[in-house]
């Protein structure tokens, strides 16, 4: 039975949710792929370029009052200049895309129908908005990395369910500490694409 309820919100709304959204990316993008050793200072600095900018939109899950799932789509023209990048280099007009960021969910919620409703919002966003694309990234590990858990699933599946395409030319590069690590090392993070 579901427990959840969903919410969008835009611009300044997501202010006070800001905290709620950092602990969450800290939590989840602990787990394999990410491996992500966060600290609340940094992701809330982070999540500056979402604050300042009137266009974002989070969408957020609740169980009562609790935050247990988040995920933030902005137009691609006000995100940073290495997630650009990859589609200035592939011939793509960057206010034609709307950059789909995290969904963060917690793992006893997951299973329960939460992630359409944020691929719902945020693509809902972006056709209001104007954009012809919406798009995403995700770290790109080995198929041989020993770090994988046994049962790991990755969610090429799903995404593909939704509607959107892998294009491995488009690939930025971001970097952060891993979990056991004591410095930052860049990863790769290859592009989904899906046409609106």
């Given at each position: 039975m579901n427990t959840f309820t969903i919410k969008s919100l835009k611009?300044?709304?997501?202010?006070?949710?800001?905290?709620?959204?950092?602990?969450?990316?800290?939590?989840?993008f602990k787990e394999y792929p990410y491996l992500y050793?966060?600290?609340?200072?940094?992701?809330i600095n982070y999540l500056k370029t979402y604050v300042n900018c009137p266009q974002t939109t989070l969408i957020l899950a609740f169980d009562k009052d609790r935050v247990i799932g988040a995920s933030t789509a902005i137009p691609l023209e006000f995100e940073t200049p290495e997630c650009q990048q990859p589609f200035i280099e592939n011939d793509f007009?960057?206010?034609?895309?709307?950059?789909?960021?995290?969904?963060v969910l917690?793992?006893?919620y997951r299973g329960q129908g939460v992630y359409k409703h944020f691929f719902a919002g945020r693509e809902s966003a972006a056709r209001k908005y104007g954009s012809l694309y919406t798009a995403?990234?995700?770290?790109?590990?080995?198929?041989?990395?020993?770090?994988?858990?046994?049962?790991?699933?990755?969610?090429?599946?799903?995404?593909?369910?939704?509607?959107?395409?892998?294009?491995?030319?488009?690939?930025?590069?971001?970097?952060?500490?891993?979990?056991?690590?004591?410095?930052?090392?860049?990863?790769?993070?290859?592009?989904?694409?899906?046409?609106?």
């Open positions: 611009g300044e709304e997501i202010h006070p949710y800001i905290t709620a959204l950092a602990e969450l990316r800290i939590a989840v050793e966060g600290s609340l200072e940094y992701e007009k960057l206010s034609s895309i709307f950059y789909l960021g995290e969904s917690l793992p006893a995403f990234c995700a770290v790109v590990r080995q198929e041989d990395d020993k770090r994988r858990p046994q049962h790991y699933v990755p969610l090429d599946s799903i995404w593909q369910k939704f509607g959107y395409k892998k294009h491995p030319q488009i690939t930025a590069y971001y970097s952060w500490t891993e979990i056991g690590d004591t410095k930052q090392t860049t990863k790769p993070m290859m592009f989904w694409i899906k046409t609106l």
